[in-house]
T-cell receptor, first 111, second 117 residues
């Protein structure tokens, strides 16, 4: 079993839709949870990170972690065509500096 | 200029050739990583280095070697390239202390696309 599981999609939505991207993880020791966005032919760029459980909001993006169910979510409100990319979830243990990635979900937002 | 620079960006080579991918960073981070990305498999760790004298194997190190020439430079070598090493390779860095964000997160380069014929 992989440390982090992520539905690969692709996910296609109309512009303005609310998007929900999800991952599950297996190790309860994970403390940091990250979302990376990767445009085609580019490197992943950090979108958001959260520590432990709870929600974190940044503009149209909300990251949510439920440690009891080992579930990570990223919500995108009012999705835009520029949000079309592959979204990677990742986890790590504090100060251990080893990172575990999901396989990525490809999102297409149609104008 | 990019914080993490990878060269070359694209390379086509033949089976059996030696290839070196180079990475340099200006973030002042002490930790550097090499990942490989394949469709459907996500990012897989090849090697990582926590400082100049520290080199560690990742989950798929066979067929690869690395050199940490300085805090800012970390190169990946394929001694004898084979077709199944065709992939997108990423260098990444992180800060041992978590930096200003307080979080241990990775900063990636733009990638090196390698094709082995």
């Amino acid at each position: 079993q992989k440390e982090v599981e992520q539905d690969p999609g692709p996910l296609s939505v109309p512009e303005g839709a609310i998007v929900s991207l999800n991952c599950t993880y297996s190790n309860s020791a994970f403390q940091y949870f990250m979302w990376y966005r990767q445009y085609s032919r580019k490197g992943p760029e950090l979108l958001m990170y959260t520590y432990s459980s709870g929600n974190k909001e940044d503009g149209r993006f909300t990251a949510q972690v439920d440690k009891s169910s080992k579930y990570i979510s990223l919500f995108i409100r009012d999705s835009q065509p520029s949000d079309s990319a592959t979204y990677l979830c990742a986890t790590s243990i504090y100060n251990f500096n080893k990172f575990y990635f999901g396989s990525g979900t490809k999102l297409n937002v149609k104008p | 200029d990019a914080d993490v620079t990878q060269t070359p960006r694209n390379r086509i080579t033949k089976t059996g050739k030696r290839i070196m991918l180079e990475c340099s960073q200006t973030k002042g981070h002490d930790r550097m990583y090499w990942y490989r990305q394949d469709p459907g498999l996500g990012l897989r760790l090849i090697y990582y280095s926590f400082d100049v004298k520290d080199i560690n194997k990742g989950e798929i190190s066979d067929g690869y070697s690395v050199s940490r020439q300085a805090q800012a430079k970390f190169s990946l070598s394929l001694e004898s390239a084979i077709p199944n090493q065709t992939a997108l390779y990423f260098c990444a860095t992180s800060d041992r202390t978590g930096g200003s964000s307080g979080a241990n997160v990775l900063t990636f380069g733009a990638g090196s696309r390698l094709t082995v014929l």
